[in-house]
Antibody, heavy 120, light 106 residues
Framework: EVQLMESGGGLVQPGGSLRLSCAVSGFSLSDHYMDWVRQAPGKGLEWIGHSRIRINSYSIEYAASMKGRFTILRDESSNSLYLQMNSLRTEDTAVYYC???????????WGQGTLVFVSS | DIQLTQSPSLLSASVGDRVTITCRASQGISNYLAWYQQKPGKAPKSLIYAASTLQSGVPSRFSGSGSGTEFTLTISSLQPEDFATYYCQHVDSYPLTFGGGTTVEI
């Protein structure tokens, strides 16, 4: 059974850092592209970025508002995806989801999400 | 960036109704569009990809159509478990973007 489980959310002060984790099971991270998506309270979905790694091929893209502050990392030995978030702002308060990519960019599986609250 | 505009933003319907949600792209995106369903407090669920292909396990009352700039999600006979918010997403080019959502309420 395919499962994605985010963790690492919590309360952080503006300007602080946080690393989110997405542990996957039921498939190998090395066989799939993965994305991060977030959702601010009461708002819609917002794409953060993706991580696409194949032999001799490496691609990471980020949304403009997060580029330079957010970094997507992968540890295929532990089947885990990470989102390193630096210089956090109050507007980064959201539920953060990892999602498995089904070709082209479509998602087939989502994690349950982890809440990040940026406040002083 | 490609903008996606969903309409309506709120739709009131009854069980058994045929429901149609529209998603318009600011430029042509071929058939590179997906639909997701989200219930309150839950993660989104993937319904349709490539504009009209149902994800595995999705009931056949859901269907998608369209290409270019105009797309529709249709629920042929609304069921109680279908009351939720629906989002479209394009995967034509980066950055990927989502529509603003359509809430289907009783």
């Amino acid at each position: 059974e395919v499962q994605l489980m985010e963790s690492g959310g919590g309360l952080v002060q503006p300007g602080g850092s946080l690393r989110l984790s997405c542990a996957v099971s039921g498939f190998s991270l090395s066989d799939h592209y993965m994305d991060w998506v977030r959702q601010a309270p009461g708002k819609g979905l917002e794409w953060i970025g993706h991580s696409r790694i194949r032999i001799n091929s490496y691609s990471i893209e980020y949304a403009a508002s997060m580029k330079g502050r957010f970094t997507i990392l992968r540890d295929e030995s532990s089947n885990s995806l990470y989102l390193q978030m630096n210089s956090l702002r109050t507007e980064d308060t959201a539920v953060y989801y990892c999602a498995r990519v089904l070709g082209r960019g479509y998602y087939d599986y989502w994690g349950q999400g982890t809440l990040v609250f940026v406040s002083s | 960036d490609i903008q996606l505009t969903q309409s309506p933003s709120l739709l009131s319907a009854s069980v058994g109704d045929r429901v149609t949600i529209t998603c318009r792209a600011s430029q042509g995106i071929s058939n590179y569009l997906a639909w997701y369903q989200q219930k309150p407090g839950k993660a989104p669920k993937s319904l349709i990809y490539a504009a009209s292909t149902l994800q595995s396990g999705v009931p056949s009352r859901f269907s998608g159509s369209g290409s270019g700039t105009e797309f529709t999600l249709t629920i042929s006979s609304l069921q109680p478990e279908d009351f939720a918010t629906y989002y479209c997403q394009h995967v034509d080019s980066y950055p990927l973007t989502f529509g603003g959502g359509t809430t289907v309420e009783i």
